[in-house]
């Protein structure tokens, strides 16, 4: 799959990030029984840069945990008859604590979803709100993100790839088409 264009370079992430970090602040009016969530992969970078940033603003540091949504999914048949599990990680309890899950995109809403499913799973948090870096839109559920880094409006036969140096080598966005015969 070919990009198409850059829509996000290394600076606009880290604009987003810093703008995300001082959105979350200011809605919850600090940072008391605040932790970020990553959705895994991609949200867990990112989740740790917003945590980052909001050491810088705040002088506390936030935890942060990863949340593995894989067997959740409503369309796990469709993936793979052997799905990866890449583990979810909170160490520390989520009960009564305001969680910001972070993910890279939001598209249909299911990944939010089954996100929320596997966190409930884990304990009660006192409120759940939702940071992205990207609103491609298309959403299949009723689920809106608090905080977002860019609205992208897209087809459904594109792809919006958020490449994170923790797992791509490379801060960017770009945009593909999706190949025929493809889907996703």
């Known amino acids: ?64 945990g990863i949340l593995d949504i894989t067997l959740y999914r409503d369309d796990l048949s469709m993936l793979s008859e052997h799905p990866i599990i890449n583990g979810t990680e909170i160490n520390f309890s989520i009960n009564g604590k305001k969680i910001v899950l972070v993910d890279d995109v939001i598209y249909t809403g299911r990944t939010v979803r089954a996100a929320i499913d596997a966190l409930m799973d884990s304990g009660r948090p006192k409120m759940v709100q939702l940071a992205v870096m990207i609103d491609r839109g298309h959403r299949e559920l009723p689920i809106r993100p608090d905080y977002v880094g860019k609205n992208v409006p897209t087809s459904k036969f594109e792809v919006v790839n958020v490449k994170l140096y923790e797992v791509d080598g490379v801060n960017c966005v770009t945009i593909s088409d999706i190949e025929k015969g493809i889907s996703h």
């Open 1 to 64: 799959m070919m990009d198409k264009a850059e829509i996000m370079d290394e600076s606009g992430i880290v604009r987003a990030v810093t703008r995300i970090a001082h959105e979350i602040i200011e809605k919850n009016k600090g940072v008391d029984d605040i932790a970020l969530i990553g959705i895994q992969r991609r949200g867990v970078p990112l989740a740790r840069m917003i945590a980052e940033k909001i050491k810088g603003v705040e002088g506390k540091k936030v935890p942060v």
